[in-house]
């Protein structure tokens, strides 16, 4: 059974840098055909896809957070990571890690982790 | 890019039948059959229920169902259970490998 759990830290100050992890369990994050996804859920409104990175290392990123925003596999480790530069307020939000073999539905996800921007 | 549009709140009571909608425009919904759709209970992880506008992966009961017309995607939840009620998220391909969500659907049932 593939699961995933998010990590990191619940708190950072406006402008500094948001940094998650996704453990994978379940499945080599190496195996081929898999989209390892960041998606965040803002209180109150909608999911927000942050991006992906394929499991060849190719990274694809909305368009409106590309310049703030790096997705990276470690593969020693089987996690991903997410880097969020400059953070705001606006970031506060619920982060989840989730997997695609499309790369447009998602089918397995962690349970999220609350990240709040705030000094 | 624009969010998906689902209205805030559907309900229905036990046993009736309940359709969200999610609209988008040609470039996203209208344009590909990549229209998935999650449930949600806030603490959990999303569940995926429908991929491909009207697959339902395994393990997902057969009340549920998607469709599409146009630039409009709909999920529909036959023989409402207690258990259904959560948040729904539509989700759309939108071409050049990004995705959008729609900005989720609160359902109650009665």
């Known amino acids: 059974q593939v699961q995933l759990q998010e990590s990191g830290p619940g708190l950072v100050k406006p402008s500094q840098t948001l940094s998650l992890t996704c453990a994978v369990s379940?499945?080599?994050?190496?195996?081929?055909?898999?989209?390892w996804t960041w998606i965040r859920h803002h209180p109150g409104k909608g999911l927000e896809w942050i991006g992906y990175?394929?499991?060849?290392?190719?990274?694809y990123y909305n368009p409106s957070l590309k310049s703030r925003v790096s997705i990276s596999l470690d593969t020693s480790k089987n996690q991903f990571s997410l880097i969020l530069n400059s953070v705001t307020a606006a970031d506060t939000a619920v982060y989840f890690c989730?997997?695609?073999?499309?790369?447009?539905?998602?089918?397995?996800w962690g349970q999220g982790t609350l990240v709040s921007v705030s000094s | 890019q624009s969010a998906l549009t689902q209205p805030r709140s559907v309900s229905g009571s036990p046993g009736q039948s309940v359709t969200i909608s999610c609209t988008g425009t040609i470039s996203d919904v209208g344009a590909y059959n990549y229209v998935s759709w999650y449930q949600y209970h806030p603490g959990k992880a999303p569940k995926l229920m429908i991929y491909d506008v009207s697959k339902r992966p395994l393990g997902v009961p057969d009340r549920f169902s998607g469709s599409k017309s146009g630039n409009t995607a709909s999920l529909t939840i036959s023989g409402l259970q207690a258990e259904d009620e959560a948040d729904y998220f539509c989700c759309s391909y939108a071409g050049s490998y990004t995705s959008l969500f729609g900005g989720g659907t609160k359902l109650t049932v009665l």
């Open positions: 379940g499945l080599s994050i190496n195996r081929g055909g898999y989209y």
């Open positions: 989730a997997r695609s073999s499309t790369s447009w539905d998602f089918d397995y």
């Open positions: 990175i394929y499991y060849s290392g190719n990274t």
